[in-house]
C-alpha cells in the first residue's frame, strides 16, 4: 500500500486571469485548477510554453493572486503574516536568472543566504558545497561574465543556500549538459528523501520520470496528477512522450464539453484521467475532511516564520553597493555629470553677447570735406564756445560711435542706409544705425532751445533698424544703445562745461533694493539650473537602476525571498540620498565659489532646499519605475515631463507672463516656488522665517510625501 503523505501544495479550483474581462488583453491562464503536492516528493509541471506554469508558481510562491480559488504552502496561506512563503521557507528558482549582473558567484550566493539572516561561516560552507556540486569553481567571476548556462546553476544555488523546506525551480536545467543534469536530479533525489519538497518545470519530458509526482498543465488545467509509472502503465506506453500525447489526444476529445460550461467554474468536470491509480493520495483521499485547510492543519499546525528584518535590510544594503561600486560608468555619471551640466551651464549662459557688429551709416562724418577720416582725427571734432555762452560741437556723431563701441558694439561703416539695412537683411549683421548729415547742430540746437521744428527733430535723431529675430540680442543691443547714449551726451555735456544730467531721461534709477545694477543673467537662471539638474539627474538614475532591478527579477527574487518593495525602497532611499548629498555638495562648491553666484543667505539653507529637491526626483523616479514597465517608457516620461517643467517653472519665462490657470499650475510644480526660494535665499539673504523661503520647502516636502504615498500605495494595492 501506497505511504501517505501530507501535502505540501494544495491548489484548489484555481482561476487566474490577466487584463480585464471583456477587453483585449484579457486572458484567462488558469481555470479551475487542482493541484497536489505531497510532503517530500519531486513534483514536476510540465506543459506547453505559454500555459501557465509560471504564473501558478508564481501564485504558489506569493507573488501573484489568484482571482478565485484556494492555495496552502506548508500549511499556510502564500503572503499570509508568518507563513514564511513568501520568505524562508521557500528557495525559488526563477526562469530568468534574476541575479545582480555586478554580483559575482559568491556575492549572489551570500546575498540570499544573509536575506535569509544565516550565519557567515554557515554561507561559507554552503558556497563552497553548492559551488563543487555545481561546478562553479571561479567564485569570484561577475555573474555578468558568465556564460548562460554557468549563470543558471548560480541561480540555482542561490535557491538552495538556505536548505528550505520547499524548492520551486522553473527550468533549472536549461543548457546544461546531461551529467549535471543528472547529478542535480540525484542531488534533488536526495533532499526529496530528507522531507523536502520539490517542485519543478522542465521542456526535458524524458527528465521527468525522475519525479515522484508530474503535473501536465493544459488550457488552465493539470490534465494528469500521476506518478510517471501510473503514466506509462495506463497509456500503455514505452515513454512519456508518447503517454502525454495520448493524453493531450483525449483531452481535445473532451473539450467541446468543457467549452460549453466554461462560464460555470462549479459544474466543470474533473479532468478524463482517473486519479484512482496515484502513488500518493489525491484530493479524493482527504474525503473525510471538510476544506484544504483542515487537510493541512490536522496534520500539523502551520509553523509561524519569523522575518529578519535587519538581515534583509543589510543584504539588500549590501547588494546594492556591490552594484554600484562595480557599475563605473554609472558611478561617474552619477558623480561627474552634474558638476558636467553646471560648467557647461556655467560657461554658456548668461553672459553679454561678444563682438556684436552693426552697420553704421554716418552721414554728418561722410559729407564732410575729410570723410569718415574725421572721426579718427580728434582735432576735427572742434568744440566752440560762442560770445553768448553757447556752446558748439562739431562730429558729435564721431564721439557717439566710439561711445558705442566702448559699450561693445561694433561699427562697419556703410555709405547708404539701403546698403546698411540690405547686410542686416542678409544676416551678415544685426543692425544698422544712421546719423543724419547735420547731427551735431541740429541736437544742439535741440538741447538749447527744446521747442523746436519736425526737421530739427529728425536731424538729431540717430535711425536704428535690428534684426529683432534674435531676441535676445536685439534687447541687449537696445540696451547698450540707450546706454551709449547717455556716456555720449555725458561727455558732450562736460566737454560744453554744462550739467551732465541735464539730459539724462528724467527717470532715475536708484540703488536697486536687492541685486545689483549690473546683475548677470547667470544669477538669475543659476537656482533653476541646479534644482533641475538635481531633480532629473536623481529621477533618471532612481528609475533606471529600480527598473533594471525589476526588469532583470532582481527585484521579484528578492521578494519571493521575503524582502519587501518598502525594504528595497528604504535601502535605495538612503544610498542614493548620499549620492545626492555628493551632488548637492558640488554644485554648492561649484556655483558659490567657483562660480562666484551671489550668497546673501545661509548656504546651509540653500543646499538644504537643494538637497531635498534632489530627495523629491528620486521620489518621482521611484514612482515612474514602479508604474512603468520598461527603461523606454521610464525615459519618455522623465525626458518627456522635463520640457513641460523646465517651460513652467520661470526660469526661461517669469511666471508673471503666463495665462492664469497655467500659472496656477506652474506653481503647484515641483520645483516652480523651490526656484525663487533658492534665488531669494541667495539674493536677498532670505531665511526660513520668509514665507518664500518656508514655502518652497512645503511644496518640496508635499512632493515627496505625495510621490512616496503613490509608491507605497502601488505596490501595496497593485494587481499581482
Ligand atoms: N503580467 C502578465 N500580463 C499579461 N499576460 C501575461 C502576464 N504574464 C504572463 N502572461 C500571459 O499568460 C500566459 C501564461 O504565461 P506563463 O509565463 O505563466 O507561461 P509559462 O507556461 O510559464 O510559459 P514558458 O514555459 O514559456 O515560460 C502567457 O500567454 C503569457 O503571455
Not at 488552465?220 to 514505452?238: I, K, N, T, V, Y
Not at 559729407?367 to 580728434?378: E, I, Q, T
Not at 514597465?629 to 503666463?658: D, N, Q
Amino acid at each position: 500500500m501506497e505511504e501517505r503523505r501530507p501535502a505540501a501544495v494544495l491548489v484548489e479550483r484555481a482561476y487566474k486571469y490577466y487584463g480585464r474581462l471583456n477587453k483585449p488583453d484579457y486572458k484567462s491562464v488558469l481555470c479551475h485548477l487542482d493541484m497536489t503536492v505531497d510532503r517530500g516528493s519531486i513534483y514536476g509541471l510540465l506543459g506547453a510554453s505559454g500555459c501557465g506554469k509560471t504564473t501558478l508558481l508564481s501564485c504558489i510562491v506569493g507573488r501573484r493572486k489568484l482571482d478565485s480559488g484556494d492555495i496552502w504552502v506548508l500549511g499556510g496561506r502564500p503572503g499570509e503574516k508568518g507563513s514564511g512563503v513568501p520568505g524562508p521557507n521557500i528557495g525559488y528558482m526563477p526562469q530568468e536568472i534574476a541575479l545582480v549582473g555586478e554580483f559575482t558567484v559568491r556575492d549572489a550566493i551570500f546575498y540570499f543566504g544573509r536575506i535569509y539572516g544565516m550565519k557567515a561561516a554557515k554561507m561559507q560552507e554552503r558556497f563552497d558545497f553548492l559551488t563543487s556540486l555545481l561546478e562553479l569553481s571561479d567564485g569570484g567571476k561577475l555573474v555578468k561574465h558568465l556564460s548562460g548556462g554557468q549563470q543558471r546553476r548560480v541561480s540555482l544555488a542561490a535557491a538552495l543556500v538556505h536548505e528550505p523546506e520547499l524548492l520551486i525551480l522553473d527550468e533549472p536545467c536549461v543548457g546544461l549538459d546531461p551529467v549535471l543534469r543528472e547529478r542535480i536530479w540525484e542531488f534533488l533525489a536526495g533532499l526529496a528523501r530528507g522531507g523536502t519538497t520539490v517542485i519543478i518545470t522542465t521542456h526535458y519530458i524524458d527528465e521527468t520520470k525522475q519525479a515522484h509526482k508530474i503535473g501536465l498543465l493544459r488550457d488552465g488545467q493539470l490534465l494528469a496528477e500521476q506518478s510517471p509509472e501510473q503514466l506509462l502503465r495506463q497509456f500503455s506506453c514505452d515513454t512519456l512522450e508518447d503517454a502525454f500525447l495520448k493524453l493531450a489526444l483525449r483531452q481535445h476529445e473532451y473539450a467541446p464539453k468543457r467549452n460549453t460550461l466554461k462560464g460555470s467554474p462549479d459544474v466543470i468536470p474533473e479532468t478524463s484521467v482517473s486519479r484512482q491509480e496515484s502513488r500518493f493520495p489525491s484530493r479524493e483521499d482527504f474525503s473525510g475532511v471538510t476544506s484544504s485547510t483542515d487537510v493541512l492543519t490536522k496534520q500539523e499546525k502551520p509553523k509561524k516564520i519569523k522575518g529578519k528584518t535587519r538581515a534583509r535590510y543589510k543584504a539588500v544594503f549590501i547588494k546594492n553597493i556591490q552594484q554600484f561600486g562595480r557599475n563605473p560608468a554609472g558611478l561617474l555619471f552619477a558623480v561627474l555629470f552634474p558638476i558636467v551640466q553646471a560648467v557647461a551651464f556655467f560657461l554658456a549662459v548668461g553672459h553679454d553677447p561678444r563682438d556684436l557688429h552693426v552697420a553704421v551709416v554716418n552721414h554728418e562724418a561722410g559729407f564732410s570735406p575729410w570723410g569718415l577720416a574725421a572721426c579718427k582725427n580728434s582735432s576735427l571734432q572742434q568744440i566752440t564756445k560762442t560770445e553768448n555762452d553757447n556752446c558748439e560741437l562739431s562730429m558729435l556723431s564721431c564721439w557717439f560711435v566710439e561711445e558705442m563701441e566702448k559699450h561693445d558694439i561694433y561699427q562697419i561703416a556703410y555709405d547708404s542706409p539701403e546698403a546698411a539695412r540690405a547686410s542686416v537683411h542678409a544676416g551678415r549683421l544685426y543692425g544698422a544705425l544712421v546719423l543724419p548729415h547735420n547731427f551735431s547742430s541740429a541736437l544742439a540746437v535741440r538741447v538749447r532751445e527744446g521747442d523746436v521744428d519736425d526737421d530739427t527733430v529728425r536731424d538729431s535723431t540717430i535711425s536704428v533698424w535690428i534684426d529683432q529675430t534674435n531676441h535676445q540680442i536685439s534687447h541687449f543691443m537696445k540696451r547698450k544703445l540707450h546706454k551709449t547714449w547717455e556716456t555720449f551726451t555725458a561727455r558732450a555735456m562736460r566737454a560744453c562745461g554744462r550739467p551732465e544730467n541735464m539730459v539724462r531721461i528724467p527717470v532715475n534709477f536708484a540703488d536697486p533694493v536687492y541685486g545689483s545694477m549690473d546683475a548677470q543673467f547667470v544669477d538669475f537662471m543659476a537656482p533653476g539650473i541646479m534644482i533641475t539638474i538635481i531633480f532629473f539627474m536623481s529621477a533618471l538614475v532612481t528609475s533606471t537602476i529600480m527598473i533594471s532591478d525589476r526588469s532583470e527579477g532582481v527585484w521579484e527574487r528578492s521578494a519571493v525571498a521575503g524582502v519587501r518593495p518598502q525594504e528595497m525602497l528604504n535601502v535605495h532611499i538612503v544610498l542614493q540620498a548620499s549620492v545626492i548629498f555628493i551632488q548637492t555638495l558640488e554644485l554648492i562648491i561649484l556655483g558659490f565659489f567657483g562660480y562666484d553666484l551671489p550668497a546673501k543667505g545661509s548656504l546651509f539653507n540653500a543646499g538644504t532646499l537643494l538637497f531635498l529637491q534632489g530627495i523629491s526626483g528620486m521620489c518621482y523616479g521611484f514612482l515612474l519605475s514602479i508604474c512603468c514597465t520598461s527603461f523606454t517608457l521610464a525615459f519618455f516620461i522623465v525626458t518627456g515631463s522635463f520640457y513641460p517643467m523646465i517651460l513652467l517653472c520661470g526660469i526661461l519665462w517669469p511666471v508673471e507672463g503666463m495665462y492664469q490657470g497655467v500659472r496656477a499650475l506652474a506653481l503647484t510644480l515641483p520645483f516652480t516656488i523651490p526656484i525663487k526660494s533658492l534665488r531669494d535665499i541667495m539674493e536677498k539673504g532670505a531665511t526660513m522665517a520668509d514665507p518664500i523661503v518656508y514655502q518652497g520647502y512645503l511644496v518640496t516636502l508635499a512632493w515627496i510625501s505625495f510621490t512616496l504615498a503613490m509608491c507605497y500605495l502601488r505596490l501595496r494595492y497593485q494587481k499581482l
